[in-house]
Every structure is written in structure tokens, then in C-alpha cells.
T-cell receptor, first 115, second 107 residues
């Protein structure tokens, strides 16, 4: 149980392209979903927290107009990287949880490469 | 200030050589402490949740324990397939990840 599916697993695209990443909780309803970014050999850096039907809460330094988050249902959240540039290249990981004393369950990440 | 510190940063073990990873935390109102395993290029895989001091959880060669200040992940007779980065996280008013321990088990 507690499976989170993230798609796509890898994206390579040209600078200026917008990229959408999907995160789905397959066998549970997630009241909260999270988006992280991870640089090589570093821990996960929280970008934003989203609750179903509400606006996402962004961490300090994360541009909300750059990283658009939609949490339309209890099983789906999307992250759109708008007008991506090479510095946006990274490993993006989503997670989902049922409640705040339950563990977050993670997707397998999306490797984004902007040329 | 809330924080989570993991040690050591990296650990190399011979196959069969048992050891422990440490997660020290300072957090207001602990709601849960979580252990994850992360393989390269993958998202973290959930291992254990611990809620209160004295609690222990076990799964195969792994055993997690919790006190009021720290948690240990004990690895008994590790195998090469146990090689990964092990992450500790705590949920207080916010969710905090430690920086992880990179474990390498040598055959």
C-alpha cells in the first residue's frame, strides 16, 4: 500500500519550454502533497506544500510564478516549471500523506534536464 | 530552533558487520520520526515511523529505536543490497529531513 506515482521520470527539453510533472497517490487519499528538489549528493529541499483545493504554500526563495502547483483532487498534484532554463535542471520529487502524524510517501522523482 | 542531525555522513561496512546510524533531533512537539531509504536516482522509500520514546520497529535486518533526543537505525549483518542513503525525518510544527547517512556494504 501507500504507492505514489510520479510522471514523467525523465524530461529533456529546450530552454523556454514549460514542463508539467504529475504526482498521483494510487491507493490512498492524500490531504497534503509536497514538492521537493534534490541536488546531487544533497538532501531533499522542500519547495512547496499543497492541500487539496487550496493554494500551495511556497518555501522562502521559491518563485511561485515559476513553479506552479495545482492540487485538484485528493489523489493528484501537478508541478509546472514555467519557461524552464538550464538552472532549473534538477531532480524533482513529490510526496503525499494522509495526515500530519503519518509518513510522507514519495514518488520516484523526475529528472529534468534543460538544454 | 528545530533541527535534525544525522551521523555519520558516510559509513562503509564489510558484509555481516553490524552497526548503527544516528539521528539526533530537537523539535517542538514531536508528532513522529520517520526513517527512509533512498537509492540513487529514486525517491525515498518509507521504512519506519516512531511516535514515542521507547518505541522500537523492526524489518528484516533493520531495527529502529527512539529516545527523547535521538533515534538509531541498527543494521544487523548487512548485505551489499543494503547499500543506500538512509534519511531520518521528524514531524513537529514542520517537517524536517536530516542530511542522510550514505551506507556502503562491501562484499
Amino acid at each position: 500500500g501507500a504507492v505514489v506515482s510520479q510522471h514523467p521520470s525523465r524530461v529533456i527539453c529546450k530552454s523556454g519550454t514549460s514542463v508539467k510533472i504529475e504526482c498521483r497517490s494510487l491507493d490512498f487519499q492524500a490531504t497534503t502533497m509536497f514538492w521537493y528538489r534534490q541536488f546531487p549528493k544533497q538532501s531533499l529541499m522542500l519547495m512547496a506544500t499543497s492541500n487539496e483545493g487550496s493554494k500551495a504554500t511556497y518555501e522562502q526563495g521559491v518563485e511561485k510564478d515559476k513553479f506552479l502547483i495545482n492540487h485538484a483532487s485528493l489523489t493528484l498534484s501537478t508541478l509546472t516549471v514555467t519557461s524552464a532554463h538550464p538552472e532549473d535542471s534538477s531532480f524533482y520529487i513529490c510526496s503525499a500523506r494522509v495526515s500530519n502524524n503519518q509518513p510522507q510517501h514519495f514518488g520516484d522523482g523526475t529528472r529534468l534536464s534543460i538544454l | 530552533e528545530d533541527q535534525v542531525t544525522q551521523s555519520p555522513e558516510a559509513l562503509r561496512l564489510q558484509e555481516g558487520e553490524s552497526s548503527s546510524l544516528n539521528c539526533s533531533y530537537t523539535v517542538s512537539g514531536l508528532r513522529g520520526l520517520f526513517w527512509y531509504r533512498q537509492d540513487p536516482g529514486k525517491g525515498p522509500e518509507f521504512l519506519f515511523t516512531l511516535y514515542s520514546a521507547g518505541e522500537e520497529k523492526e524489518k528484516e535486518r533493520l531495527k529502529a529505536t527512539l529516545t527523547k533526543k535521538e533515534s538509531f537505525l541498527h543494521i544487523t549483518a548487512p548485505k551489499p543490497e543494503d547499500s543506500a542513503t538512509y534519511l531520518c525525518a521528524v514531524q513537529g510544527n514542520q517537517f524536517y529531513f536530516g542530511t542522510g547517512t550514505s551506507l556502503t556494504v562491501i562484499p
